[in-house]
């Protein structure tokens, strides 16, 4: 659940949901698929997911240098 993730995030889950609209808002594309009591990531949150593990894949190796 979104609350779990939230407490293991340390933070508020209504903190947690705004940080989650603002993303969408500042990419201008919807990330997530919301049902009652259901949250996924759709195609482009699937995208933005894999691009953001690479690019911090990319600066761990780059700061091993």
Known sequence: TL????EKMNVS???LS???KK???DLGVQ????GKNRIVLNENGKIA?????KS???KRFSSRK
Request: proline letters at 4%.
């Open 56 to 58: 911090l894949r990319r």
């Open 31 to 34: 990330l997530f698929e919301r």
């Open 13 to 15: 889950q209504p903190a």
């Open 3 to 6: 609350t779990a993730v939230a």
């Open 49 to 53: 997911a894999e691009y953001a593990k």
């Open 18 to 20: 705004r940080s989650m």
């Open 23 to 25: 993303l969408e808002d």
